[in-house]
């Protein structure tokens, strides 16, 4: 792996308080208890901390591999660590005050924090739609197995920021029609959907980097990475059809 630069330290510092606040939320759980399922629960900061945790050092490390400019992924890279935290912060919050986080206007503070997600969940598919754009413009650098993986990578997370933005799409229609209620429960069909593709970005370029420390030839690292993009697709297919059929 590459030397980190001071932006990617902190970046990678960020992420891992925000995988610390999931897995610290997790110990809340098993002393406070209550439901893991449902807009109320502890489970949002422990998922949420760690998956954001983990996805903002993962794209600080894999886009070191694209071929752009140093100052514009210093800029995107910063700006994408402020939004993770907003996130987290946001969903943390109201999992204190024991009320929902996403889709709620139920007063005028809940829906601002509501609103804050929404906007901040715009701004992570902006964002990681062109890191996403880059990786496909110019090959990225890196050992055998390499580029395919980071743009598989990238493309499949591009299916993960789809069936989220679907998912709060759907729940603020419903939340806008009345059916509060029906909005909190509207978004299961689509979270397998959207967990299995979300890390598809670490998975492949980590397995890519591990077979690079191999003394395997550079044809067969690059098939085993092909398997292993051909089975993560298979995967987020399967996901795709039970959403189909759950919807």
């Not at 983990?54 to 910063?78: C, D, E, F, P």
């Not at 978004?187 to 191999?214: E, I, Q, Y």
């Not at 550079?218 to 098939?223: D, G, L, P, T, V």
Request: charged share 10%; hydrophobic share 55%; glycine share 8%.
């Amino acid at each position: 792996m590459k030397n980190p630069r001071p932006a990617e330290r902190w970046c990678h510092a960020t992420g891992l308080l925000l995988v610390l606040s999931g897995l610290a939320h997790l110990v809340v759980f098993a002393v406070d208890g209550g439901p893991w399922d449902g807009p109320v629960s502890w489970r949002k900061p422990v998922t949420f901390g760690l998956s954001f945790g983990v996805t903002l050092i993962a794209i600080t490390w894999v886009t070191s591999y694209l071929r752009i400019g140093a100052r514009l992924r210093t800029v995107l890279l910063v700006v994408f660590a402020v939004d993770c935290v907003v996130e987290v912060g946001g969903i943390t919050l109201q999992a204190w005050r024991r009320v929902p986080s996403h889709l709620n206007m139920e007063t005028p503070f809940d829906t601002a924090v509501s609103m804050t997600l929404a906007v901040g969940g715009g701004v992570l598919v902006a964002l990681l739609t062109v890191f996403a754009v880059a990786s496909f413009r110019h090959r990225p650098t890196g050992p055998a197995g390499m580029p395919l993986a980071v743009r598989s990578g990238f493309a499949i997370l591009l299916v993960a920021l789809a069936s989220g933005a679907a998912m709060i799409a759907r729940g603020v229609v419903l939340t806008r029609t009345g059916h509060q209620e029906a909005a909190y429960h509207s978004t299961a069909p689509l979270k397998p959907l959207h967990g299995v593709s979300l890390h598809a970005v670490l998975v492949l370029p980590l397995l890519a980097w591990l077979l690079s420390r191999t003394s395997w030839s550079e044809r067969a690292r690059w098939r085993v990475v092909a398997t292993a993009v051909g089975c993560y697709a298979a995967a987020v297919a399967a996901a795709a059809v039970w959403a189909v059929l759950m919807y």
